[in-house]
């Protein structure tokens, strides 16, 4: 018996370092996604040691593991999500989304030592083909919103990639700031559901400030994006992810601005296969 647990990459619109404060965020998942296979084996573990490791603490039978990725580590893609995600689907393929997306997180806070919220694990989990997943990190609801084909989200990596179980990102800033913060980034994200392309490229800028005011950017990728956000055909671009580093999501008017930046459009969720 094997099981096969397929992924997506996470794409965040809007609400970035909300959820840990029961905020909120608008995201889709990308078509890139991780493999996890696992194969049973009589007795014992076979695979890289931090995903043996991860297995064991899901409490994973004998296998054999096989990981394949398209998405990029340390670039705000949450690749290490991901793979967490697809060691929960293998080791229960009848476990509910949201419980799996807490065992995904418990597993990550205690192996990988990320101290992450429930953003990419649900973003991955409730995705759905042509719509974005509104997220209430204040009690876990969500709801599905149609994305416009006007919409078109490009990536520009910044080439600064970092690991974030090396960085205490909630505590690099003082409390009154984050709750501005979380309160502005909030507004942002019940704004953007509706917004025009022109209307949510300006609070894509608005957040990437913001972010940068609690401290989870950097100069370089600053200098970045104020460059991507002055680009003629450029609605909008901020920092995707934890911070210090990796993706910068751009919003453009058509698939011919930023030709050389590879386009995200929503994809479908996470899921697992079992083969007898």
């Given at each position: 018996m094997h099981r096969i647990a397929s992924i997506p990459a996470r794409i965040n619109i809007i609400g970035e370092h909300t959820d840990y404060a029961g905020g909120l965020s608008f995201a889709f998942a990308a078509p890139q996604r991780l493999t996890l296979k696992a194969t049973a084996i009589p007795e014992g573990f076979e695979g890289e040691s931090t995903i043996v490791s991860l297995w064991k603490e899901a409490k994973g039978w004998?296998?054999?593991?096989?990981?394949?990725?398209?998405?990029?580590?340390?670039?705000?893609?949450?690749?290490?999500?991901?793979?967490?995600?697809?060691?929960?689907?293998?080791?229960?393929?009848?476990?509910?989304?949201?419980?799996?997306?807490?065992?995904?997180?418990?597993?990550?806070?205690?192996?990988?030592?990320?101290?992450?919220?429930?953003?990419?694990?649900?973003?991955?989990?409730?995705?759905?083909?042509?719509?974005?997943t509104f997220i209430d990190f204040s009690t876990n609801a969500t709801i599905q919103h149609h994305i416009p084909d006007s919409h078109v989200f490009k990536l520009i990596d910044s080439g600064i990639h970092r690991t974030l179980g090396d960085i205490d990102y909630q505590k690099s800033v003082d409390q009154q700031t984050k709750n501005r913060h979380v309160k502005e980034e909030n507004q942002r994200v019940k704004d953007a559901i509706k917004a025009s392309p022109e209307q949510l490229g300006l609070l894509l800028n608005a957040s990437h400030e913001s972010l940068r005011t609690i401290g989870v950017s950097l100069e370089e990728i600053d200098q970045q994006v104020m460059t991507l956000q002055n680009t003629p055909g450029v609605w909008g671009a901020r920092m995707m992810g934890g911070g210090f580093g990796g993706m910068i999501l751009v919003l453009v008017e058509d698939e011919e601005i930023l030709p050389r930046a590879l386009r995200v459009h929503p994809s479908k969720a996470g899921f697992v296969q079992e083969f007898l």
């Open positions: 004998p296998a054999q593991l096989t990981v394949t990725s398209e998405i990029p580590i340390g670039a705000g893609m949450s690749s290490s999500a991901a793979l967490c995600l697809a060691i929960v689907l293998c080791v229960d393929k009848d476990i509910e989304p949201l419980q799996a997306c807490r065992e995904a997180q418990r597993i990550e806070h205690a192996i990988l030592k990320t101290e992450c919220g429930l953003l990419d694990q649900m973003a991955m989990m409730f995705s759905k083909p042509n719509h974005g």
